[in-house]
């Protein structure tokens, strides 16, 4: 591997992290916040900075919030393996890549839908977003450029 490629991998595995740093801020004060408006609290345990933005915040709109953020956290964390796999991989896989964010998110969508049904599921749905908005996908990009296989094809 060139010198080029580690900086590079180097460089958006550190943007993962912190984007993971900022995410786990983000969610673990809004769940506070969500559990403060739905009454299982009676103060809110969310950060100061993030309790006082979201102050008099119903849970509906909390709760559209939380979703807004997993989808921009999703396609932020999406963008970053896209291109820990083009500088693995060359554009050889780029639809591979796009594809499988896409089925695993309909997947976690099916999985969170049936959970009407079939409440079991709702926590399988919850573990496949949470997977996409975590630098996972790029580290099994990664693990999978040291297979054996096309070396010298497969780098650019």
């Known amino acids: 591997m060139s010198r080029a490629v580690v900086l590079r991998l180097a460089l958006l595995l550190v943007l993962a992290i912190a984007l993971s740093s900022l995410r786990e801020f983000c969610f673990h004060n809004l769940n506070y916040q969500l559990s403060f408006a739905t009454g299982q609290t009676d103060r809110s345990y969310a950060h100061s900075l993030v ?9 509906a709109p909390l709760l559209r919030l939380k979703w807004m953020l997993a989808i921009t956290f999703i396609a932020f964390m999406g963008a970053l393996t896209f291109f820990t796999g083009r500088v693995l991989l060359g554009k050889r896989l780029d639809r591979v890549i796009l594809l499988g964010y896409l089925l695993i998110g309909v997947g976690a969508l099916l999985l969170n839908v049936s959970a009407r049904w079939l409440p079991f599921t709702a926590s399988a749905g919850v573990k496949l977003l949470h997977l996409l908005q975590y630098p996972m996908p790029m580290v099994f990009l990664i693990i999978a450029s040291f297979l054996p296989g096309e070396r010298a094809a497969s780098r650019h």
């Open 51 to 59: 309790r006082h933005q979201l102050e008099g915040w119903g849970h």
